[in-house]
């Protein structure tokens, strides 16, 4: 597969994600612990395809993520690329055949998409800091669990496996 | 090359939250009259709302043919139960189908106008709270419906949903009753000849209060609590829930009533939206 269609493969999860995110999201919550599917597969994927990869990842999830939820439009948008981001450029300095890559990288990625969510758009997070501090930590501990299924499910579909590059004019 | 590489890696980043920015400004432009930007708007409801609206689908299909298997042994207690409901519920209709006649009757003979109930409008709930942030879901009707920014949206039993915050042509967005944004005015039904009129707030985690209720009000725990029509938004006598705990704050000589909330908010699969609400600040 070629790096767009890596990209494609990830920009089509994410929509399912989003898709998901409205219909199962509620259901799948434990307690106030709630997923948050679109940020999961942004990190895992974004890890595979690199920075550029990543950023256009994230802007795409940061609209899907804003569109569903006008109140933070920009701050979602934001963060979601800034997580992408994030993800894209670790992933060149990490192992990416480690199980443990996608979940630790999923953690802060998740971290910083609330942490600056929280950041730009305060209101919530003020008026409840013991309860928007309990869901982040619901949703980061549901958020890396979930991001081993992906990647999984990303390794079947190849996205990352790329041919080996002699002269070393990957991105 | 690996400066030309960085400069693309830059630029992409520059360029998307220049996007992102520029998105913004158009959202927050649009959002001033309540409706959805030409972006977002199109986005939602040629690229989600089809494919939430199918797996909605799905779901009742797998709920319906699936579900319904696993649940056997529960079904038959249900159906029985359910049996008797409809058997109490047509007894009460013929009863208030009676009243109804009287009620016309008797309005006809004081010479009152007849009140037109307001139309419904049925919807499919698309999405359900599909974020932490804040209590929202979308529904599969938009501006071509007649849908428009602070419709007020009702469960099937007659309670208050919330009200719509975001329209675009085919879906829009509803803020529940049960955000910590929202609030209406109540008026709790405690027996006297007018109730105590307070602020029914949702606390952002899943539950509803009456604030400012006078500490002198005679509360008791199961007493109704409705719309109180206060403000001109929301019409009265909307059902909200019932008392379930009742605290004192002696320093402000203020009671807050705890609600246990008419609507199901977890679990709302269709509801109604009152078309003919004038918009309000649109």
Redesign the interface.
């Known amino acids: 597969m070629t790096p767009v269609r890596h990209f494609l493969v990830v920009a089509l999860l994410l929509?399912?994600a989003?898709?998901?995110?409205?219909?199962l999201?509620?259901a799948m919550s434990i307690g106030?612990a709630?997923p948050?599917l679109p940020l999961v597969v942004l990190s895992c994927g974004a890890v595979l395809v690199g920075?550029?990869g990543g950023?256009?990842l994230?802007?795409w999830a940061?609209?899907?993520?804003?569109?569903?939820?006008?109140?933070?439009?920009?701050s979602?948008?934001?963060s979601r690329?800034a997580a992408g981001?994030f993800a894209g450029v670790i992933g060149r300095s990490l192992t990416r055949n480690n199980l443990l890559v996608p979940l630790l990288v999923t953690l802060i990625s998740t971290l910083i998409a609330e942490f600056l969510?929280a950041l730009t758009?305060p209101?919530?997070a003020v008026?409840?800091l013991r309860?928007w501090g309990l869901?982040l930590g619901g949703?980061l501990i549901y958020n890396s669990l979930l991001a081993l299924p992906v990647s999984l499910l990303l390794r079947v579909l190849r996205v990352g496996v790329v041919e080996e590059d002699t002269f070393g004019n990957r991105? | 090359m690996r400066l030309e590489r960085d400069n693309r890696r830059g630029g992409s980043l520059l360029l998307a939250l220049l996007l992102c920015g520029l998105l913004t400004a158009l959202h927050a432009r649009s959002g001033r009259t309540g409706h959805a930007d030409l972006v977002s708007g199109l986005l939602r409801d040629r690229g989600l709302v089809p494919a939430q609206v199918a797996a909605a689908h799905l779901g009742e299909w797998w709920h319906g043919h699936i579900g319904s298997l696993l649940a056997g042994p529960g079904l038959a207690r249900r159906n029985a139960d359910l049996q008797a409901q409809v058997l109490v519920l047509t007894a009460q209709n013929k009863e208030l189908f009676s009243q109804k006649a009287e009620n016309l009757r008797l309005r006809g003979l004081l010479g009152f106008e007849q009140r037109s109930p307001r139309s419904l409008l049925a919807a499919e709930v698309i999405a359900l709270k599909p974020s932490t942030l804040s209590d929202t879901l979308t529904l599969n009707r938009g501006s071509t419906s007649g849908v428009h920014p602070h419709s007020i949206v009702l469960a099937p039993n007659g309670a208050l949903v919330g009200q719509v915050l975001d329209v675009a042509p085919g879906s829009c967005d509803v803020l529940l009753l049960t955000d910590a944004l929202s609030s209406v005015g109540a008026l709790v039904h405690n027996h006297t000849a007018s109730g105590p009129f307070g602020l029914c707030q949702g606390d952002g985690q899943g539950r509803l209060r009456v604030i400012y209720l006078a500490s002198d009000a005679h509360l008791h725990p199961g007493d109704a609590v409705t719309t109180s029509g206060l403000g001109g938004v929301f019409p009265k006598d909307v059902p909200l829930g019932a008392v379930n705990k009742i605290t004192l704050d002696k320093a402000r000589s203020l009671q807050t009533a705890i609600l246990r909330p008419s609507a199901d908010f977890n679990h709302l699969e269709e509801v109604f939206v009152l078309q003919d609400a004038a918009p309000v600040g649109g």
């Open positions: 929509w399912l989003a898709v998901g995110q409205g219909r999201a509620q106030i709630q948050d920075w550029i950023t256009w994230g802007f940061g609209l899907l993520t804003a569109i569903s939820f006008p109140s933070a439009y920009g979602l948008f934001f690329i981001t969510t758009a209101s919530y008026h409840h309860h869901q949703k991105l």
